[in-house]
C-alpha cells in the first residue's frame, strides 16, 4: 500500500500542526474579538450547487462523487455516464455559505457576521504554494448592502494578518461594476463582460500580452482589446472615472479608500486598482486582496456577491466577505519560525503520581503546554528525547517549581 498522501495533500508533524493551530486560533480570536460568530458547512455539497455558482475557472476544478448504490447502477445500466456524479467537494466556502443563510435566515440575525474555517477542495496541478486541499478562514457579513461592510471587512482583515506577525502589505481594491463599464466603453458586447474579467484576473500570470491573445481567441476585436489595455495599464485615477461613466463607483471606492487608511494609522496601504479582478464570476460590486511580496503575492481576496444567496431563494440579499490564504501565511510563518506560541514543559512524575500530576500540570496551563512523562530508570535519556522534541523545560513533580532548561545554549 501507498505510503504518502495523495497528490496534491500533505500530512502535518506535531510540530507543524502546533502552528497551525495557534495560528488558527489567533486569526479566529481576531474575528470572534471583533463580533463575527463561527458556523461550520459539510466539506459536500450538492453538484448542482457547485456548478451553478459563478465560481469562474474554479467549476472546472471541481472534485466530482459518484452517485452510489442503485442509483450508479441504474445511470451505468442506462448509459448516462454524462450523469453518474450528483455531489462535489467544495472548492471554497462562499457557495456553501449562501446555502447555509439560504437554509437558516429565519434564525439568524441581519446582518449575520460569520466565521467560517475549514478546509476546501480544487482539482489542480499541484505545485509549490498550491495544494488540492487546502483551508481558508473567511469572514462575511450578509444581509446589508452598506459600505460600512467592506470598511469592517478590510480592517478586521488586515488587524488578524497584523496578529499574526505579517506587517508589510498593501491592500487593493477595484469595483467589478467599474470594470464593465469600462469593458463596455471599449466596445466590448454588455453580455461578454464577465468572460472578459475572467482574461483580465489572469494578467498576473500571462501578462497583458498574453490577457489581448485570449480576448482575440475569444473572438472579440483587437481594437477593443487594445483600448481596454490601455485604459488598464495606463494612468487610471478615481477621479478619472467620470470619463468612462463611473462616478457612483468611484465615490463608493473614494469613501473606503479614505475610511479604511485612517484606520490602518500607517501600519498598512489601501489603494485603488483598476487592474484588480477576483476570478469567480459571482462578483457583483467592491473586490480586494491583499498582496504581500514577502510572501509571494496574494494572502487574502474577497469581495461584494449581491445575487448568489438569490440562487437559493430567489430574492436579491446583500453579502461581501473576505478570506484569508491560510496555507501561504502557514507555508512562510513555519519557515521562519516567526509565529509566538507557549512553551512546552515536559513533567515528569513517579509510578503512582498521576492524578497529582494532571492537578498540578493544571496550575500551568496558562503560561504553558505541558506534557506528563512516567519516568524511567534511565530518566537522562528521556530528557535527551524531550530536548530533541522541542521541550523548552523539564520539570520533576517532587520538585514543584525547579524547572530545567532544554536545549538552550550557553549564553542565552
Known amino acids: 500500500m501507498k505510503l504518502t498522501p495523495t497528490e496534491g495533500m500533505r500530512d502535518y508533524l506535531p510540530s507543524e500542526n502546533s502552528i497551525r493551530d495557534s495560528l488558527m486560533q489567533t486569526i479566529r480570536g481576531i474575528y470572534r474579538a471583533n463580533g463575527f460568530r463561527a458556523i461550520e458547512t459539510p466539506a459536500v455539497e450538492c453538484l448542482e450547487n457547485l456548478e451553478n455558482s459563478d465560481g469562474g475557472d474554479n467549476l472546472k476544478l471541481i472534485y466530482r462523487l459518484e452517485k452510489r ?51 476546501v477542495y480544487r482539482a489542480e496541478r499541484p505545485q509549490k504554494g498550491r495544494l488540492r486541499e487546502f483551508v481558508q478562514c473567511d469572514i462575511d457579513i450578509l444581509g446589508s448592502d452598506s459600505m460600512d461592510c467592506e470598511v469592517e471587512l478590510i480592517s478586521v482583515t488586515a488587524e488578524a494578518l497584523l496578529a499574526v506577525g505579517i506587517d508589510e502589505f498593501k491592500v487593493r481594491i477595484n469595483h467589478r461594476n467599474l470594470l464593465r463599464n469600462l469593458i463596455i466603453w471599449c466596445g466590448f458586447p ?165 492524578a497529582d500530576a494532571i492537578r498540578y500540570a493544571r496550575t500551568l496551563h496558562e503560561e504553558y503546554d505541558v506534557t506528563l512523562v512516567k519516568k524511567k530508570k534511565k530518566v537522562g535519556k528521556q530528557l535527551a528525547q524531550a530536548e530533541a522534541q522541542g521541550y523548552r523545560y523539564a520539570e520533576f513533580l517532587e520538585n514543584p517549581g525547579q524547572r530545567k532548561p532544554l536545549g538552550v545554549k550557553e549564553g542565552e
Not at 485612517?262 to 484588480?276: M, N, P, R, S, W
Request: glycine residues 12%.
Open 69 to 119: 448504490g442503485q442509483k450508479l447502477e441504474k445511470a451505468i445500466a442506462a448509459g448516462d455516464f454524462a450523469n453518474l456524479c450528483d455531489l462535489g467537494l467544495r472548492y471554497d466556502l462562499t457557495l456553501p455559505l449562501s446555502r447555509y443563510y439560504a437554509c437558516h435566515k429565519n434564525d439568524l440575525e441581519t446582518p449575520f457576521k460569520t466565521i467560517q474555517i475549514g478546509r
Open 190 to 354: 454588455a453580455e461578454a463582460s464577465d468572460t472578459v474579467c475572467v482574461t483580465v484576473d489572469k494578467a498576473d500570470k500571462i501578462g497583458f500580452d498574453g490577457v489581448k491573445n485570449e480576448l482575440c481567441e475569444k473572438g472579440f476585436p483587437e481594437e477593443a482589446a487594445d483600448k481596454l489595455l490601455s485604459i488598464l495599464t495606463g494612468d487610471l485615477r478615481l477621479e478619472t472615472l467620470a470619463a468612462y461613466g463611473c462616478e457612483a463607483e468611484a465615490e463608493v471606492l473614494s469613501s473606503i479608500l479614505e475610511q479604511t487608511n485612517a484606520l490602518a494609522e500607517g501600519k498598512y496601504q489601501v489603494i485603488f486598482d483598476a487592474t484588480l479582478v477576483r476570478g469567480q464570476g459571482y462578483y457583483t460590486g467592491t473586490v480586494f486582496e491583499i498582496e504581500c511580496p514577502a510572501f509571494g503575492g496574494t494572502v487574502a481576496g474577497g469581495g461584494r456577491y449581491d445575487n448568489l444567496i438569490g440562487k437559493f431563494t430567489g430574492e436579491s440579499v446583500p453579502a461581501v466577505g473576505f478570506s484569508i490564504g491560510f496555507e501561504r501565511i502557514f507555508s512562510v510563518l513555519c519557515q521562519r519560525g516567526e509565529l509566538g506560541q507557549k512553551e512546552r514543559i515536559a513533567l515528569f512524575y513517579d509510578e503512582g503520581q498521576i
